[in-house]
C-alpha cells in the first residue's frame, strides 16, 4: 500500500506542506521496496478551483491507497473517500518525521467534520 | 439598431454603476429606447438608484454533466479533458463537481459510451422590469456559487432587443468581465486618479486591447492627483470622453439612492456632454459599417 505525504519540496528533509490540494509536491512512498518518488502538484499550486480533485486524481493515479497531510478540504475528503484512499491528518515536521509519525500510530485518520481542522 | 455600450471598470468602487444608470436615464429621457443591463450578478446595485419596477422573475441555469453508471467504460477521458476538474475518474466510478463545470460541454462529446448526459443546474435568478421609461434587467447569483459567466451568459441571452443596451460590468480584468463586454460596440473604462485606480485602468487597457474592442475613458472624481493618470492617457493616446469632478454632494446623493442627474443640474450638463461623446463613437460606427456593406 503506497503512501502519499504532501510537501514543499521534493525531499525527504523537506517540511510537509499542510495542505493536500495546493502543496506543490507529492511525495509517494512504497513500503514493499521503502523506495520514494516525487510527483510534481505544481498546477494544482495555482488552480483557481479544484485543486484537491486533482491532487485526488494523481494520488489515485499512482494506485496510493493512504495520505499524509496537515488538513484537507470538502471536495478532496469526498473525492479520496469515494476512491477508498485513507487520510491522515495533523502531520507536522519534515517528510520523513510525518512518516514516522504514522508509522507508530501518532497521526488520527479524519473524519468528514474534523478534515479543515488539523492545523 | 441595436447598440450595445458597456460602463467597466479594473477597479470596483470607480463608479460603474453611477455612470451607467445616469446614462440610461439620460438617454430614455431624451426618447431613446434604452435598455440597462446590471451583469454585476455578484453583487448588482443598478437597482438602488434607477428603482425598477420587477416584472418577471426567471431562474437561470447551466448545464452540467451527469453520467450514466451503465454506460461508462470508466476510461477516464473525461476527467483529464476538464480543465476545471469538474470530474474525478476513479477506478470504479467518475464522481462529478457540478459547482466547477463550465458548461463546456467537451466531456459530452468527447465520450466513447455516450455516458453522458447534459442536465439543467439553477445558479441563480434573472429579473426583468421597467424603471420609468428605461428598461431594467439584472442578474442575481446564487449564494455560494464559485462561478458568474454561465448566469452573464444566461442573462445576455433573455435580453429583449433594444436601441440602445447599456451594460453595467462587474469590477476587474477576468471571466465575468469579459463575458459582460464582448460584441459590444463600445465600452466606457471608468477609472479615477489615485494609484490604485491608475494600475488597474492599466490593465483594463490591456484587457479591451487583447479584446481588440474601442473604449474611452471616463475620469470619475477628478481633481485629486490627476496627473499621473493624464499622463497614462496621453502616453497611451487614450480618448478621454468626460471628467467628473469630486464633489460631496455626489456622495450624498448616491448615499440616498438618487441619480445625480435628476438632483444636480451642472452634472446633468456633464452628463449630457459625455452622452453626446458616445453617440458620436457609435454614429461613426454605424456609419463605418453601412459603408463597408455598400462597398
Known amino acids: ?119 | 439598431m441595436n447598440q450595445h455600450v458597456a460602463i467597466a471598470s479594473g477597479k470596483g468602487g470607480t463608479g460603474k454603476t453611477t455612470i451607467a444608470a445616469n446614462l440610461a436615464f439620460l438617454w430614455a429621457r431624451l426618447g431613446r429606447q434604452v435598455l440597462y443591463v446590471d451583469c454585476d450578478v455578484e453583487a448588482p446595485n443598478g437597482h438602488i438608484f434607477l428603482h425598477p419596477k420587477i416584472e418577471q422573475r426567471l431562474p437561470a441555469t447551466t448545464t452540467v454533466p451527469q453520467i450514466a453508471k451503465d454506460l461508462c467504460g470508466l476510461c477516464g477521458r473525461c476527467g483529464s479533458f476538464c480543465h476545471y476538474n469538474a470530474l474525478l475518474c476513479l477506478p470504479d466510478q467518475v464522481l462529478t463537481f457540478p459547482e466547477l463545470c463550465h458548461g463546456c460541454g467537451g466531456c459530452i462529446r468527447l465520450c466513447p459510451h455516450q455516458a453522458i448526459s447534459e442536465v439543467p443546474r439553477e445558479i441563480g435568478r434573472i429579473e426583468m422590469g421597467t424603471a420609468g421609461s428605461v428598461n431594467f434587467a439584472s442578474g442575481l447569483l446564487n449564494i455560494g456559487e464559485a462561478m458568474s459567466p454561465p448566469l452573464i451568459r444566461s442573462l445576455k441571452n433573455s435580453l429583449i432587443e433594444s436601441d440602445l443596451t447599456i451594460i453595467d460590468a462587474p469590477p476587474g480584468t477576468s471571466c465575468p468581465v469579459i463575458e459582460s463586454i464582448r460584441h459590444c460596440d463600445y465600452t466606457l473604462l471608468v477609472t479615477e486618479p489615485t494609484p490604485f485606480g491608475l494600475n488597474d485602468l492599466q490593465l483594463a487597457v490591456e484587457m479591451l486591447r487583447a479584446l481588440d474592442q474601442p473604449f474611452g475613458v471616463v475620469i470619475n472624481r477628478a481633481g485629486l492627483d490627476d496627473r499621473p493618470l493624464l499622463d497614462y492617457c496621453l502616453k497611451e493616446q487614450l480618448p478621454i470622453l468626460a471628467q467628473l469632478p469630486d464633489d460631496r454632494r455626489v456622495a450624498e446623493a448616491y448615499s440616498r439612492g438618487e441619480l445625480v442627474c435628476s438632483v444636480l443640474t451642472d452634472f446633468q450638463q456633464l452628463f449630457a456632454a459625455l452622452l453626446a461623446a458616445v453617440d458620436m463613437v457609435l454614429q461613426q460606427k454605424k456609419a463605418n459599417l453601412t459603408t463597408g456593406r455598400a462597398s
Do not use: C
Not at chain 1, 35 to 57: C, E, P
Not at chain 1, 105 to 112: S, W
Open chain 1, 1 to 119: 500500500m503506497k503512501i502519499a505525504i504532501t510537501a514543499q519540496e521534493p525531499s525527504l528533509d523537506s517540511l510537509i506542506d499542510p495542505r493536500f490540494g495546493r502543496a506543490p509536491w507529492l511525495m509517494i512512498y512504497d513500503p514493499t521496496d521503502n523506495s520514494w518518488h516525487s510527483i510534481d502538484n505544481s498546477k494544482g499550486l495555482n488552480a483557481a478551483h479544484g485543486a484537491g480533485i486533482q491532487a485526488a486524481q494523481k494520488v489515485v493515479d499512482q494506485q496510493v491507497t493512504a495520505i499524509i497531510t496537515g488538513a484537507i478540504g470538502p471536495k478532496a475528503y469526498r473525492s479520496l473517500k469515494a476512491a477508498n484512499v485513507q487520510i491522515f491528518h495533523g502531520a507536522k515536521g519534515s517528510v520523513a518525521q510525518a512518516l514516522e509519525a504514522y508509522q507508530t500510530g501518532d497521526l488520527a485518520e479524519a473524519d468528514e467534520d474534523d478534515a479543515t481542522g488539523g492545523i
